[in-house]
């Protein structure tokens, strides 16, 4: 069985994900891995994680990356927390597959 591991990180993106994540857990040969962060953990963009658990798929990790700044400074330090986080939580669940749709510094 193949692990899938989808990294989704806003509401935005979620939304073209979510049929990709349908065919991943409804797959017998595949065992889907989901890591939630940026945004979707974001109280000022309203926790959206909670969508998923509604939407009945199991979180494996939730990584909290963002700082409260919009600055490239804080951006910057923004993607080295998720780099090592994403690090970590890849070592814990060595996915064979990932799948990641950013338009940003994902």
Known sequence: MKKVCVVTTARSEYGLLRWVIDGIQ????????????????????????????????PID?????????STSKGVAKSMGICAIGIADAFDRLSPDILVVLGDRYE
């Open 26 to 57: 409804s797959d017998p040969d595949l065992c889907l891995q989901l890591v939630v962060t940026g945004g979707h953990l974001s109280p000022e963009q309203g926790l959206t994680y909670r969508c998923i658990e509604e939407d009945n798929y």
């Open 61 to 69: 990790e939730k990584l909290e990356i963002l700082l409260s700044s």
